[in-house]
């Protein structure tokens, strides 16, 4: 429609009459001056800030909201400065490729102008195509400190992530409950049934139905050190990260210990003793992009499939695996070059890489569809399974099962420590952990026996009895209930007691000869205890398909609530 407007109006009020008229009559509107020359125009494909009409209202709410959104007073960015951080919004930029929007811009106006948004970001944005929900912690605002509203701010994100179906990212970089006596009433406590304790309560709920990832960066102490340890992945950044039941002072108030932070609760207690950490990486640039990255692997809920890329070949030769296996059971190797050429180049993302490394765990891509990888590092203590490597990949194996992300074991094990310092650090309570993780996890499951699958290890890594839908076995692989030494003292104990020097060496070497008659692995295959024995490099073509045969398992109900082994 052409409106023509004699008498030389300028662009501004031409524009803001064109907007008025197409918005009234819902269509395009051109005005021309006198001569029929065009001035301007809006309409339905046009409606953006150019021609907008902007009242002194919204113009007064929009210079709130920006003051709101430039964070808190100029000693809090002088403090995120010396400590080395970034600046809450820009954390988020680093991290999402679009902020959908936010809730709660205006939480605790009008009560302290030093409180925007009462110190915590909540929202939804954008990570490759995928929306992901989100708190952040503002450090500019009380050192990121968890106010009333705050606490409101994340219940209500976190009941909305799980309504909608879309992972959760925690930035946490927080000091904790925010003490002072403004924040409450006499008689308040953090128990109230909507309030701080909810929190947790939420992620209990949300565990297994929306992947929960956390990036700690801060110290995080008492009760909101919860929010990190509940997620399913939690990755630390160094120097400035760290997390405790209770702060140094505290600790020394009360225990007479003294000690600081990162001695406490700093990224290398957490990622060598603890095990909370799954990554420890060295900046903030490093930990958005390994939380992408991590993103990349796991489905929106445990109701989606997840997401798959472009397929790519494995970083080593797959034809060349048999030569990374020794013949001697005993000799160490790295499993990282067996992993190397079985699963996509580029693809494979360590878990726990500095707790319990006898057992290597991690997220992979095979022929571009995620899987979750377990398996002994022969490299480190011949591969044995420790009470901290059990509890390490039962967590692993629940959470892959959790999001519908099939486990591939790659066994070559010693069997489970012995010895009185692994009884009294629970090797059979948490080796019971592995085993049960194992055989009720529904997601398919591979075991490959590459070499050694001694004693009860073989239970946890998935063996024949344990639920795989395929037990694969290398030409180097020897299946035993122990191995050939500890058979030979076992059966001969008595007899050994009473031999001395070359006699008892040679009867040694004799019985050990016997013993490798009986763990012949084409004389196993033969009796069917493991479902094909096949050269090894044919392992990584094998996985492909078998994956794929398996793509739409079907998961079982179980006629119980639930086992009664506690993770």
Request: hydrophobic content about 40%; glycine content about 10%; charged content about 25%.
């Amino acid at each position: 429609m052409e409106i023509s407007v004699e008498g030389g109006a300028d662009e501004e009020t031409a524009r803001a009459i064109a907007t008025a008229v197409a918005e009234h009559l819902g269509r395009s509107v051109e005005i021309v001056d006198g001569d029929g020359e065009s001035v301007t125009e809006a309409g339905e494909a046009d409606w953006d800030d150019a021609g907008a009409v902007l009242t002194d209202r919204e113009e007064r709410l929009r210079e709130e909201i920006a003051a709101i959104l430039s964070g808190g007073p100029e000693r809090g960015f002088e403090k995120i400065e010396d400590l080395g951080k970034v600046f809450v919004r820009d954390r988020l930029d680093m991290i999402f490729d679009a902020i959908e929007y936010e809730d709660g811009t205006f939480a605790r106006h009008g009560d302290d102008d030093e409180l925007p948004a009462d110190g915590l970001l909540t929202g939804v944005g954008t990570i490759d195509g995928r929306k992901v929900a989100f708190t952040a912690n503002d450090y500019t605002v009380k050192a990121g400190s968890l106010g009333q509203m705050g606490v409101e701010k994340v219940l209500r994100i976190q009941e909305r992530a799980m309504e909608m179906g879309i992972p959760m990212l925690r930035l946490v970089d927080s000091t904790g409950a925010r003490l002072n006596a403004e924040e409450r009433e006499p008689g308040d406590t953090h128990m109230d049934r909507y309030r701080g304790g909810r929190m947790f309560y939420n992620q209990c709920l949300l565990s297994g139905q929306i992947p929960q990832i956390g990036v700690l960066y801060g110290p995080d102490v008492a009760g909101s050190a919860y929010t990190p340890v509940f997620c399913d992945f939690l990755i630390m950044v160094e120097d400035i990260a760290g997390m405790a039941i209770a702060s140094p002072r505290i600790v020394e108030a009360m225990t007479g210990e003294s000690v600081d932070m990162q001695g406490l609760g700093g990224p290398e207690v957490h990622a060598t003793q603890s095990g909370s950490a799954d990554l420890v990486v060295p900046d903030e640039e490093t930990a958005a992009t390994k939380a992408r990255q991590l993103l990349s692997y796991l489905p929106s809920s445990h109701e989606a499939d997840p997401p798959t890329h472009e397929p790519a070949p494995p970083a080593k030769n797959p034809k060349g695996l048999d030569a990374v296996i020794p013949e001697e059971p005993n000799r160490a190797y790295d499993v990282h070059e067996t992993i190397d050429r079985l699963v996509d180049r580029d693809s494979f993302f360590e878990v726990k890489p500095r707790f319990a490394p006898e057992m290597v765990t991690g997220l992979a891509r095979i022929d571009g569809h995620p899987v979750g990888v377990v398996a002994n590092q022969p490299d480190h203590i011949s591969g044995a399974i420790f009470p901290d490597s059990a509890d390490k990949a039962a967590g692993f194996v629940w959470t892959c099962d959790a999001y519908d992300i099939p486990l591939v074991y790659l066994c070559d094990t010693p069997g489970f420590m012995i010895g009185s310092q692994v009884e009294r650090e629970g090797v059979l309570r948490k080796g019971r952990k592995f085993i049960y993780a194992t055989s009720n996890a529904q997601v398919p499951k591979f075991c490959v026996i590459t070499r050694k699958a001694y004693g009860a290890g073989i239970y946890g890594m998935c063996g024949p009895s344990f639920g795989a839908d395929a037990t694969l076995a290398l030409p180097s692989a020897e299946i035993s209930v122990m191995g050939p030494d500890a058979a030979v003292h076992a059966l001969f104990g008595g007899q050994l007691a009473e031999m001395e020097g070359e006699t008892r060496e040679r009867f040694i070497e004799s019985a050990k000869e016997q013993f490798d008659e009986y763990i012949d692995i084409r004389k196993q295959a033969g009796t069917m205890q493991v479902d094909e024995l096949l050269p090894a490099g044919d392992l990584r073509d094998q996985l492909v398909r078998r994956l794929d045969a398996f793509r739409n398992k079907r998961r079982d109900d179980q006629p119980r609530h639930h086992g009664t082994v506690l993770f």
